[in-house]
C-alpha cells in the first residue's frame, strides 16, 4: 500500500509533559497533535498502548488488546518526580490508587455497557486475568490455582463471582482507556494527522492472551514455554536478544484460519491509521530458543506462517495499512513476503555508515519512494548521542570503527559535524522516501540520557519524558519550513 508523501514524530504518550509523573491520553496529548499540526506533521506514531508489566516495556505486556491504565488522565493525583523521567517505582501505586477511586465513582450508563458488551470478546478474560492475577500476589497465571490456570469451567465461574467488584474495577478503567483514546484519535482526525500504532509480533507469556488461548502457543503441559522468542546475535548486542516470549503454534492457527491473528489487527485498526508490524522477518522465519536457555545464541531459524498469514487477514479486512518492521537479518524471502503484499519497509540513516564505506539500503540514494525512513528508533541511541558515541565499552564496535563510520558519515551528509540531528532531519525529509519520522529527542537534540529503550538492557528502560519549555517555537518553525520545503506537509504523492 503506497502512503502519501508526509512527515510525523515518533513519541510515546508517558513521554509526554504533564503533572503525574507520566504521560496520558488527557489534555497533554491534545495539545501535541496541535504541535503536530504547528510544525507541518501528518503523522503521529506511538509504541505499543497496553498494559505494561515487568520492566515497564510496551513490548511485554499483560493483553493484546487491553489499554495501558497508566495513560489514563483521571486529573491531578500530585508531582511525582522529574519533569523529565518517569519513576515507574513512584508513579505505578498512585496512579493505580487514582484509578481506583475513579471507578468507584464513576456511574455506569448504558454507554459503558454497550461498550462492555461489544468489546466482551477479550475484555471479560482480561478482566479475571488481572483480578486472579491481584489475587495471586502478581504470579505469573501458569502458577495459579490449578482448575483457574487450566480454565475450568466451574474455577472460572468460582472465580469471576469471588472477583466481581475487581473485575468490575477492571472494566471501567479499560473503558476510560478507550474513551480518551476516542477522543485523541478525533482530534487527530480533525488536524489531518494519522495515528500510527505498533503491533509487536509476539504477546508475553504473563498475559490474557497466552492464558486465555494455551493452545496457541508452544507451551508444556504446565503451562510454560517450551521455546522462547529472540534474535541472534546482531548489532544490538554479542549474545543476541533473548525475548522470553512463548512462539505460536502456527500450525494450529493456520487450522483455525488465523483467527485470533485477524482480530488483533481489526483491533489494532480500530485505534489506528497505520501500524508498524514490529519484527516483521519472524513471519517469514523466527528464531527459536529453548525455553531453559538463559541467551539467544543457541537458537535455530523455523519458517514462520509465511503468506498464508497475510491472505487470511486480507481476505477479511481488505488492505492493510501495514509499514513492515524489515531490520536485522534480512534474506531474500522475508523481502519477497513484503513486497507480495506491498508492504513498505523501513530505513534508518544512523545505520547507513558503516565503517567500511560501502553503499547499503540505509543510504538515502537507494531509497525506493515506499518505504519509511527514521533518524533512529526508539531502540537507538538519540542521534545527539550516536554522534558523541565513542564506541568504548560497545560489545559490537570499537573506537577505531566508530571512527570511520564518523569520517564516511561527514563525507556523506557534507558536514561539519555539528547540530548532528539536524542534519540527519534534513537529510531524511529531502529523500524520496515517501513517509519520514523523527524521533522528538532528535528534534530536540537531546543525547543519551533520553535514550528510550536499550535493548538487551534490563531496567532504566522506557522513562523518557519532555517538559514543554524544552519544545520551543524555533523547533517548530524549523520543521515546518523543511517539511514544507521537501513537500510532507500537504499529502502530496
Known amino acids: ?25 488527557g489534555p497533554e496529548a491534545l495539545k501535541f497533535v496541535d504541535v503536530l499540526a504547528a510544525a507541518g506533521m501528518r503523522i503521529w506514531q506511538v509504541l505499543p498502548l497496553g498494559p505494561t508489566g515487568y520492566g515497564d516495556s510496551p513490548y511485554q505486556c499483560f493483553s493484546a488488546f487491553a489499554g495501558n491504565p497508566l495513560l489514563v488522565h483521571v486529573g491531578d493525583v500530585g508531582p511525582v518526580g522529574s519533569p523529565t523521567r518517569v519513576d515507574f517505582g513512584e508513579v505505578i501505586p498512585r496512579k493505580l490508587e487514582a484509578l481506583r477511586a475513579a471507578t468507584t465513582a464513576f456511574v455506569p450508563d448504558a454507554a459503558y455497557h454497550a461498550w462492555c458488551a461489544q468489546a466482551a470478546w477479550w475484555l471479560d478474560d482480561f478482566a479475571l486475568f488481572m483480578a486472579a492475577k491481584a489475587a495471586h500476589d502478581g504470579r505469573a497465571w501458569h502458577t ?44 487527530c482526525t480533525a488536524k489531518g494527522i494519522q495515528l500510527m500504532g505498533d503491533v509487536p509480533i509476539y504477546v508475553a507469556h504473563d498475559s490474557a492472551d497466552v492464558w486465555a488461548n494455551p ?7 504446565l503451562g510454560k514455554p517450551v521455546v522462547q522468542a529472540g534474535v541472534p546475535p546482531d548489532y544490538f548486542s554479542a549474545t543476541g536478544q533473548l525475548w522470553g516470549n512463548p512462539i505460536y503454534a502456527w500450525d494450529r492457527m493456520h487450522a483455525n484460519g488465523y483467527g485470533w491473528w485477524t482480530q488483533r ?17 519472524g513471519f517469514a522465519a523466527y528464531w ?30 481488505g488492505p492493510l495499512p501495514i509499514v513492515a518492521e524489515n531490520l536485522g537479518v534480512i534474506t531474500p524471502e522475508v523481502e519477497a513476503l513484503r ?31 515506499d518505504v519509511v525512513v527514521y533518524t533512529g528508533t ?14 568504548a565499552g560497545d560489545s559490537t564496535r570499537d573506537p577505531t570503527m566508530v571512527a570511520k563510520e564518523k569520517a564516511f558519515a561527514l563525507e556523506y551528509l557534507g558536514a561539519d559535524g555539528t547540530d548532528m540531528p539536524w542534519t540527519l532531519i534534513r537529510t531524511v525529509l529531502a529523500s524520496v522516501a515517501d513517509t519520514v519520522l523523527i524521533p522528538l529527542q532528535d528534534v530536540l537534540g537531546l543525547g543519551s540520557e533520553a535514550r528510550m529503550n536499550l535493548p538487551g538492557r534490563e531496567s532504566g528502560n522506557w522513562g523518557f519524558r519532555f517538559a514543554w519549555e524544552q519544545l520551543t517555537p524555533d523547533h517548530l518553525a524549523r520543521l515546518k519550513r523543511m517539511a514544507s520545503l521537501y513537500e510532507r506537509t500537504t499529502g502530496a504523492t
Do not use: C
Open 1 to 25: 500500500m503506497r502512503f502519501r508523501r508526509a512527515a510525523g514524530l515518533l513519541l510515546h504518550p508517558t513521554s509526554l509533559p504533564g503533572p503525574n509523573g507520566i504521560g496520558e491520553l
Open 144 to 187: 495459579w490455582d490449578g482448575p483457574l490456570a487450566r480454565r475450568e469451567a466451574g474455577a472460572l465461574a468460582s472465580w469471576r463471582e469471588r472477583l466481581s467488584d475487581d473485575i468490575e474495577h477492571h472494566k471501567r478503567v479499560q473503558y476510560l482507556f478507550f474513551s480518551q483514546f476516542a477522543a485523541l484519535r478525533d482530534a
Open 215 to 221: 493452545t496457541l502457543f508452544k507451551l508444556d503441559a
Open 265 to 281: 489487527m481489526r483491533a489494532a485498526l480500530e485505534m489506528f491509521d497505520l501500524v508498524r508490524l514490529d519484527h516483521f522477518r
Open 288 to 317: 527459536e530458543v529453548p525455553g531453559s536457555d538463559t541467551t539467544a545464541i543457541h537458537g535455530r531459524w523455523v519458517p514462520g506462517p509465511g503468506a498464508a498469514l497475510f491472505d487470511a487477514m486480507t481476505r477479511t479486512l
Open 339 to 369: 513486497e507480495r503484499f506491498g508492504y513498505p519497509g523501513m530505513a534508518i540513516l544512523q545505520f547507513a555508515f558503516g565503517a567500511d564505506g560501502q553503499a547499503n539500503d540505509f543510504q538515502p540514494h537507494n531509497y525506493p519512494r
Open 378 to 391: 526508539h531502540d537507538n541511541d538519540t542521534t545527539a548521542g550516536w554522534w558523541a558515541s565513542t564506541g
